[in-house]
């Protein structure tokens, strides 16, 4: 008898994962809740390292005809000082089973582990990229080419065979072209035979030759060529323009507020597009190109220009990142302080240079803790905004005072198109 | 093959050459020295993580897509990566051929373990043992698992992922209950029929008696009891086989419905043998990888370093902790099955005088082999413990018996300890806790109110006080009361007939929908 050995270390893992996929959609409700509740009062970069999260087992558990109480019966090993018809008391009220304890926890809740993407799968799930400018792109965007069925013009390159063979066929039996065989026999039988046989097989294969010349072995109406088509592909990398003011007045926990939607949105972008580029801008009345160390935590003072900033990034975008070859990002983030006078030099920089090459652009502006944000007065930079969106620019403006409005208000600028935010354009 | 004095290996290290090697070494002594009958073996080596897939998905190598699998999944991967749990070291399917699966990280001691226990000690179990006879069919269950997955995959695409989803949630609902306990009667054919037939006429001429006739018989019954007597037989009832039932009488279901309860209850009742012979199939298994193991120890085939290695695996794996100890939680099969084929071995080439009382047919006959596989083929855990635990061995497990009824008395009574006056019970008792008869919950489908409003009626016969959970048999019967598509009620009575408590499930619209 002989015994097979296989090597099945090599077998694609994971098979599970399907089915573990399917039980993340069921529990997705109950997951997302959880994750959703984490992310306000835990960091964010922790939170989208994925863990374990732990989900109510309810509306998750599999049913099943179970007894319970009654009269119990059992035999145990062990026996050390029993006699027949000892009285032991009872061990517990609680059901009287010792071991029954650590079950009763874990029956609550179910708790298991989420891979980073499942989390941030999970977090995101019901936002999606504002396309805003994408049409405008549309036509610089680059080209590939695929298949698209058959034509009945084309290059010699591309004809195809099968396809032209196939058809002469068809044509050739639905008008009935004698077949080379027939004729064959026909020939065959004329080499012997009597004399008025002869006359009517000479007619006979005189009318098939002239049959034969009339219907050809392949017409040109039979040649097809193989058809391509090109289709825009899709622009794959990002740029991710972070604005923010760091003049005296914007505070640490301002600082704090801009950092998480920077993240949020880097995020949210790393998961649409394969290659994403962060370009961190800070300005006082001058602006610069920084590193993110410097951005959050360097030390600087000086007046406010929000067109520095502007001008900055549209000297970047035009120096660096072609609009054809990258799609454009850019968050500002502000406790809305703008020089009086600088208002119409930003709002002809963004209408005329910024906004046709963005995709998205959000103006973020931040206020202090404990502050309630319809209680502020509308700030400079926020009336100079409104004005242009008034004016039917496609920009995206939101309130943030606290930590924890951080995420709906993400949310809320991303939700599922055709909300809100789109009659912009 | 025929080099007996050679080492199969040194060290821990294996490839495959050597397992090549291990199993012919253990093949040799399972077929000439135990008289062994397998099926064709398969090993397969898989990784830590393919185990974990394969531990969720009941230990099949493939299977049906469900939530519930993903979940179990994700459960056992959570307690594996904190080191709750360590993984088994072989899981073996009864199917033929007959696939072992065996761990990368395995010692090659370990490996040698694992062949032995599944590729021969399992593996005979399952060719030979009448249950797995009678109701699973090695042959074609992994085309038949393939059926399944594809045609569970195809519905999905036909009908929806969440309507097959529903589906298949109340049909694991009513797993349990989807079993055939008796073999039904096998049809028979025209020609043995009418041998049949001839022989009762042939009967019946042969005892003909005139006075037949005049002996009275009981009270004509009346049209509506008769009514209800014909219903009840065509629709085949009482029937404990809730998912048979639902797929053939249900009145609403969608053909794609009834393929798939049909799917679900195929696979219930081919795991139905194996809950049936826990401590009969580990005890074979380990009876025999002790036995070859040692064998090859002693052919020199084995240093005595790694026979240490291999007893010390071995001694964990029969371990019984005592019923105070903090990891006791209930008799461990490995252990009682291992210990009673042991047993059985002295009894039947060292008997004692009260082995003689008490198992006349076997003791001292001499040929342990023959003895145990008779017993391997035609017992199961509750008549084999029932038969065979000899009153030595109690007496070395220190067995008793509790008995607990709250009703009765406030306290636990000791009711019978391991001593002459209490074997017997001991022994019925412990014999009773593996009888699937008791495991279960009696639960039948008794009527069906065709004249009325179509409820399906269903009846608890509760035992020893034990009624249902509450809140899982309300789920249990939402599911069931979907599948029927009209309302089901589900009474619970004693053996007196009193009525205990009553539910009632109304079916929700999805199902209407699906």
Known sequence: MAIHIVDRRLNPGSKSLENRQRFLRRAKALVQGAVKKSSQSRDIKDVLEGGEVSVPIDGMDEPRFRREGGTRDMVLPGNKKFVEGDILPRPNQSGGRGRGAGEGDSEDTFRFVLSRDEFVDLFLDDLELPDLAKRKLAEVESEGIRRAGYTTSGSPANISVSRTVSRALTRRVALRRPRREVLEALEAELLDCSEERRAELMAEIEAMKTKMRRIPFIDPIDIRYRRFETVPKPVAQAVMFCLMDVSGSMTEHMKDLAKRFYMLLYVFLKRRYRHVEIVFIRHTDRAEEVDEQTFFYGPASGGTLVSSALQAMHDIVRSRFRPADWNIYAAQASDGDNSYADGEVASRLLTDNILPVTQFFAYLEVGQENGLSYEMPNSALWTLYEGLRANGAPLSMRKVNERSEIFPVFHDLFQRRGQQERTGS | ?514
């Not at chain 2, 093959?1 to 090549?20: I, K, S, V």
């Open chain 2, 1 to 514: 093959m025929t080099t007996t004095d050679q080492l199969l290996f040194e060290g821990a290290d294996w490839d495959f050459r050597t397992l090549q090697r291990i199993c012919d070494a253990c093949e040799q002594i399972a077929r000439d020295e135990l008289g062994l009958d397998v099926y064709p073996n398969q090993i397969e080596v898989i990784t830590a993580e393919q185990m974990l897939d394969a531990y969720s998905s009941v230990g099949m190598p493939l299977f049906y897509k469900h939530w519930s699998f993903g979940k179990h999944f994700a459960f056992q991967e959570a307690s594996y990566r904190k080191g709750l749990m360590g993984l088994a070291y072989e899981i073996v399917i009864n199917s033929s051929p007959c696939i072992s699966y065996l761990m990368e990280e395995n010692t090659a001691t370990m490996q040698t373990l694992v062949i032995a226990h599944a590729a021969f000690g399992h593996n005979h179990f399952f060719k030979n043992n009448y249950l797995f006879k009678q109701w699973t069919d090695a042959d074609g269950i992994l085309d038949y698992l393939e059926f399944a997955k594809r045609y569970v995959a195809h519905c999905e695409e036909r009908h929806g992922r969440l309507a097959v989803e529903h589906t298949l949630d109340a049909a694991h609902a009513l797993m349990s209950h989807g079993i055939d306990r008796y073999p039904g009667k096998k049809s028979l054919d025209l020609r043995a029929e009418e041998k049949r037939a001839g022989r009762r006429r042939a009967h019946e001429e042969s005892a003909f008696n005139d006075l037949w006739r005049t002996v009275p018989t009981g009270p004509a019954k009346s049209g509506a009891v008769l009514d209800v007597e014909r219903r009840r037989a065509m629709l085949g009832l009482p029937q404990e086989n809730l998912l048979y039932f639902l797929e053939k009488t249900a009145p609403r279901l969608k053909p794609w419905q009834r393929e798939i309860l049909r799917i679900v209850r195929h696979i219930a009742q081919y795991f139905y043998p194996q809950s049936q012979t826990k401590v009969m199939n580990e005890g074979t298994a380990t009876y025999v990888h002790y036995r070859i193991i040692s064998r090859l120890h002693e052919q020199g085939r084995l240093t005595d370093g790694n026979f240490l290695e291999f007893l010390q695996s071995h001694t964990n794996v029969v371990f019984q902790p005592e019923f105070d100890d903090p990891r006791y939680s209930g008799f461990n099969p490995y252990a009682l099955g291992f210990a009673m084929m042991q047993d059985i071995e002295r009894i039947v080439t060292n008997p004692e005088a009260e082995d003689r009382d008490w198992f006349p047919d076997i003791a001292g006959t001499g040929d342990t082999m023959g003895v145990l596989r008779d017993i391997w083929a035609n017992y199961r855990d509750e008549s084999f413990i029932s038969q065979f635990l000899s009153p030595r061995l109690m007496r070395h497990f220190r067995m008793f018996h509790l008995h607990d009824d709250p009703e009765e008395r406030a306290g636990i009574l000791v009711d019978a300890i391991h001593d002459e006056r209490g074997y017997r019970r001991l022994r019925r008792e412990l014999a009773r806790q593996y009888d699937v008869g008791f495991i279960d919950a009696n639960i039948e489908v008794v009527d069906v109110d065709l004249a009325g409003d179509r409820r399906l009626m269903l009846r608890h016969t509760v035992v020893k006080g034990a009624q249902l959970s509450e809140a899982d048999t309300k789920r249990v019967l939402q599911h069931l009361a979907d599948l029927w598509t009209y309302d089901v009620s589900l009474v619970e009575a004693d053996a007196s007939g009193t009525v205990l408590k009553e539910y009632v499930a109304n079916p929700r619209k999805i199902a209407a929908v699906a």
